[in-house]
Each structure stands twice: as C-alpha cells, then as structure tokens.
C-alpha cells in the first residue's frame, strides 16, 4: 500500500505488520555496523518516521551511504512499538535511493540561524522550524477561509493593480510597461504610452472596493496581496504583505468588533486543533508562553476602551513611559504594551480614535472630534487589527476628503456608494502576518512569507 | 428577530407568522392605491424576497415614494403563501428608509447592456447576473481551497513581485520606486536606487515557488494573483487574474491529469449544490445548455490522447479546417473544437505535446521529441488546465534552458530542487476565471473580474 507518514501516525494501531510504500526524503541518519536508523519525512506531517534497517537487505552498504537530505522510496512492515518514545517504526524490506543530496547540502541537522536560512529560502522549509511556520500559515489561511464562508460573507477578489495613488494607507509602487531608459527625456512622461494609458500602482488596501461589494451581498471579505513602498526595514514590515479585510453592510462599529473578535478566536481555535504537533514545537522551542497566550485569548472576552479612557488610564497609571501618553495622539508602543500585558491582559480594542490621526473614510463620531475606529492590540504582539464603522454620510465625507486633500475626482464612483442606497457599514484589515507571527511567536516577518520581499531584497 | 433573507428561504416553513427584522435593499416595486409591493433584497441570497405593505401603516405615503436602489429597515410577519410563485412573504408592519436613491440610479429595474454595466463595475453586483457571477466567484473559489485542503495540500503564497523576467510565460509589467520623468536621463537606468536595488516585475506565475515547497510538503497549491502585461484585447485575456497551480513531489504526468480531473469535478459537484439559485439562472439566461455541459463533465471520464494521436485523428477526420492540422505545432481553436466538441463530446487532456512548443522546466520524453506536458480541453470552452511533469534530471535541464536561452545564473536555486533530493514532481495550473466563464456560461473576463484590468483600462 502506497501511504504517507500522515496517515501512519492517524491510523498505526491498526497497521500492525502491514506493508507499506512510502516516498520521502532522509531528514536524519544513524549507521551502524549491522544496522541502521532514517529519520523519514515526507511533508505530509510534521513528525518524521524512523525506519530501521538491517544488514540483511541486499543494498545494505549503499543505503548506509544515502546522504541527509536525499529522496527515497521505502518499502517496509509497520511495527508497533509502544515502549518507545515512536508509537510506531517501519521495519525496512527495501530502500531505493531517487535523488541524492551531496555533502554540501545547506540544510544538514544541526542548528542553523535563522538569518543563514532566510539565504536558502527556496530550501528552509525542509528544517523543523518552517515546516511549522508554513503549515500553520496555510491552516491559518484555510481558517479565515471557513469563518467567513460559514457566516455566509462572499470572497471577493479586488484589484491589485489600482490607478489611484491617494488611498492613504502609505507609499506605493509604480507599475509600468514603460521603457524607463527612455522616460524623463520629455518635459512630462507620457503615461498615454503606458499599458493603462495613465500612471498605475500596487494597492494598499482593497477596502474601498470591497465597501463597493458590501453595498450589494452585504457581507463580503477579500483575503490578497497588498503593497507597501516604505523603506522601513523593521522585523514587523514588509514590501507586500497579504491582507484580510471584511465589510459589512448594516453593520456598526459594535458590530464590526464582534466579528474581529470572533475571527481571531476561531482561526486560533482552528490551528490549536489542525496544528498541535507544530504549536507544541514552537512552546517547546520559540516562545514557551505561546500556548498559554493563544490558550489565554480563546478564554477571554476582549476589552473594550475608547481612546479617552485608554490615555486616562495611562496617566493614572503614574507609569514611567518614555513618552507620556497625550490626548489626541497616537499610541506608541510602549503605551500598547502596558494596556494589554499590564492593565487587561487580554486583548483590547482601543475606539473612538481623535479624527486627525486617522483615514478620512472613518465616520465623524457626534463629538466631531473623533470617529469611529478601532484598533485591536493584543498581548505580546500589540496592533493586529484596524477597523471603523465608515462614513455613509455624502457631505459628511466629501467635507473630510477636502479637509484631508483627497482628490475627490478620483473616488466620484466611491462617494456614489453613498449617492444610491447607502447604508451604516463597517470593516477592518488584519495584516495575516502579523496574525501568523502571533500564532507562532516567530517575531520576524521575514520567517512567516515564503519568499519575503523587504527594500533591497527581493530574491528568488 | 433580525435576520436575512437568505435565513428566511432555508427556514420558512418553521416560521409563518413570526416577527422578523430586514435590513437591504429595494430591487423593485410597485404601488397601488391601498397597498404596494417591494422586491426586497439583502445581498445574502439570490432570489429576492416580495414585502407587501398595506394603507393602515403610518408612513403608508411615504413608503409608497421609496425608490428602487434605496436601502431599507423592514418590520414585518412571515405569511406562508403556498398557493403563489413564491413559498412565502413578508407582510410589513413598518418599513423605514435608510439611504435614498435618486432618479439617477443607474441599475434600474430593466435590461442594462453588459457594456454599460462594465461603465458602473462599482454598481454592477446589484443586478441579478452580477450577483449570480461574484456568489460562483467566491463559492468555486472556496471549492478550491477545500479540495487541496481535504486532500492535505498545503497553501502557499508564492511572491508577486519577483526579480526574474525570464520565467518564459509572457511578457511583464515592471515595479518601481524611480521617479519616472527622472530616469533616461543617463546612459543606463540606475536600479541600485530603485526599491529592491534591482529591477523588479509582476510575476506571470507561482510555480517555481511552488516546486520548492513541493520538496518540502510533498503536495502544496499555490491560488493567488498573477499578471500579464500583453495587449492583446480579447475576450478571454486579462492583465491582472487568479492563478490556482498546485505542485506535487512524487507525482508523473498521470497522477497530475488525475488531480486536474478530480478538482474539475470536485468544483463543479460544490457550486451546482450551493449556488444552485445561480446556476438556474444563467441557465435561462446566459447558456441554456450549461447544466447539461456541466452534468456531462462531473459524469464522464476525461478522455486522455497524445498530441500525435489528436493530430492523427483530426487528419482523419477528413473536416475541413481552416488550419490544416499539423505534426509537430500547436493546436488551434478549430481543432480544440472539433477534438472535443465532435470527436470526444468530454473534456480531454492532450498529451506529450512537441518540446519546441513548450516551457524549459517540462520533463522531456524519451524520444527526446516531445515532453510530458498536458492540456485539459473543455467542451464548449477550450483549455482550461496546462500542467506538465517537470524535469528533475540536473544535466537535462540545464540543457534545455541553454537551448532556449533561459539565463541559469538567475535560476540557481531552482536548479538546487534538483542537485538536492531531486524527485519526479508534476504540478498544473488553471486560470480562475476561466473556470468562473466555464461556470456560469460568460463569455467575456471582464464580466468575471470585479474590478476588471485589461489594456488602457485600469478604472476604480
């Protein structure tokens, strides 16, 4: 029977001295004189499978030979070995070398920095590490997945390549078809020249658009690539990045809050339970707080504090912070850190944020000081998720945009979601590496993407 | 009892005479004197729900004024209605406006061309087609993920941004930070200041990426953005679309044209059963031979011929084609037709196509003639899957891509898959949106995209 290692270790009990085919590659190995050990991975679990072999296989010289790193076929007989720290081993009838690994292979079985593995990144998912990493990454993405497709939200695919440079969420890319040798040779570039016959760039949010869709499914959630061309090379930043953003028709900020709340206990939930070989490795060897932290976040109804109370509580705390914490203005870090590890420890959105520091398309609370957002920070990671209840009142926004310098022109098709049949409505943007970071407590961005992309590196 | 118009259709039979809450959207209406009738819609399901209201509510006047396109609160009482088309409606004790819609509208209740819809693409998903459309969109999509995810594929987010232009699928838009009237100035283009210290593109496909996970997870998928940047304005091309390409380690060209059968059918089975609203839909109006189409695909065995055979049996055929079929070259849309239209009338994978006509990366047959590669023809819609089993010999390879001018030193680490624990791997890739046209019987991409991006068009 042609099996992976997944479904040994699901099904062993009743394979008890079952042939088996298995394909794979050699994580580890240990020779000796008549006999040998393979630490056998094949990707489709997380443990590997040691397979013992003997003296008495006729290829016995050349398979102590077969190097780490190397593709096999094993055939063998299930042995259930319940006094040993395996369950189960596979007794070796037959091991057939299909691609070797010479001696320089990068990723031998010792320990490896993490910045030698971001210079293999076509090869690092083969350590213990990112094998982890990765298939968290991709339960995780499943989870966001199913949570909104079982609440019925439509998946909503919006455009990456976008003409309009004034969405405010930070630095752009330019893309272009133009010949840059030949460019600023005029006065002017001639963008009718270009493939859209006018200047484009990579998106930073596709919430506008997908406001676009709420107002017609009422629920709707986009999940894609975003961009940014800022040059900060911080372990929580990089050049593109993927996004999850929901919005919702006829939905209010409490609203929006409470699916927040649930996604983020139910994608943690998910991988508690697809991914606990991998979240044991990573409490065992990265952060062994990690289970107690997600387990902590599952248990906890979140906070709730407007961004008044939240700097009230900061100055009552008489905490030495390096920067005293002022009203209207942001947050630093610091800040973040007391409110969630000291002051709640949960996590906790922080609402009613001042307008001045924040996107023209949040709704004027009646104060007209603030609108409408909110910010969730959670213990040990800080800001994981930004979101409002956004402005459905025409003059209302249209006054914002001018006060903020918005080209109106460009978002006439925008502001018409309010001219026809405009509604209450809400939605937020959760960057999914910062929430793959959390579920992990990898706390370099650059070791959650498979091929991270950051200002002066974009290999492979 | 708020609730949805989508809970309504599934729960309705427990529910006559209850009281129930609605918020959405007036699709139509008609007023007579002492009552009127909305066709009230929520986004949440496909058909509409009719909302009769009478002259004893207060607003009655008032009621009667609202206008198609306008966002609405209704109070009502669920009346079973068995007699009429409808199983059930809702008799309004209060309906209240929320968001007006002027006379301006543009998504009257009428027959609107596709052209004009495409004009107002940020309005579109409120008429019925459009609806329909974006539901299959998202629910195929879903479809998608749950195979691979059923089938313990992992998810992989391959790069968008890539620093490789030679990766031979077509041509590529470029990403930069320069200033664009600034470059061209010097004799060459100085990309150590551009963002990555390099030139950078758009990427037209993840499978590179996908092959060195595929070392190390055994089966992963890539589903993500791609681009191309041609100007080729036709029916079935855009700049910017989603590519579904799955990678698989010990896998040859039979087990991928498995796969490739299995997730086709596995596709069309889920949306036929959740979006079964929609499908009848476009089966009366868009194509009405879809369903048949659609049932004989999940019902057949996909036929599986070598190119030679194909080209053989089209000669034979003595059909008078306009393009004499030939050995040894592509096929064109005529023999597509005919091969499976006429002469298979299922959808058929043609294989072991010319080398000459195919990428580097294909694993090349014995006869050193043709590859391993595959397209899945589709009746009624041409290629849908291309896929190939990919070539792990060091030495073949890179002699395929000197002969094809594929620089190598930008592929080292692709060559690396194959210098360390090489293995025979297959993978595919299909483009969503063809599958989405397949599904729905729509004809033009821009009709399956949200915000469409093809050449001089990038609106929105």
Known sequence: METTVKYLYENYQQLNQQKVTLYGWVRNKRSQKNFGFINFHDGTVFPTLQVVYEESLDNFKDIQKIRVGSSIEVLGIVVLTPDMKQPFEIKATKIQLLGDAPE??????????????????HLRMRTNLFQAVFRVRSEAAIAIHKFFNERGFVYTHTPLITGNDGEGAGSMFQVTTLDLSKTGKEKTVDYSKDFFGKPTYLTVTGQLEAEAYAMAFKNVYTFGPTFRAEKSNTQRHASEFWMIEPEMAFCDLEGDMQVAEDMVKYVINYVLNTCHFEIDFFNAYVDQSLKERLELVINSPFARITHEEAINKLLASKHPFENTPKHGQDLNTEHEKYLTDVLFQTPVFITNWPKDIKAFYMKLNDDEKTVAAMDLLVP???ELIGGSQREERLDVLMKRMEEMHVPIEAFEWYLDLRRYGGTVH???GMGFERLVM?????ENIRDVIPFPRTPNNCEF
């Open 104 to 121: 320089n292979y990068p990723i031998q079985p010792k320990r490896h920095t993490r910045e030698f593995l971001r210079e293999v990144a």
């Open 380 to 382: 040990g990671s800080g």
């Open 426 to 428: 809400s939605g937020f």
């Open 438 to 442: 959390y579920l992990t407590g990898v």
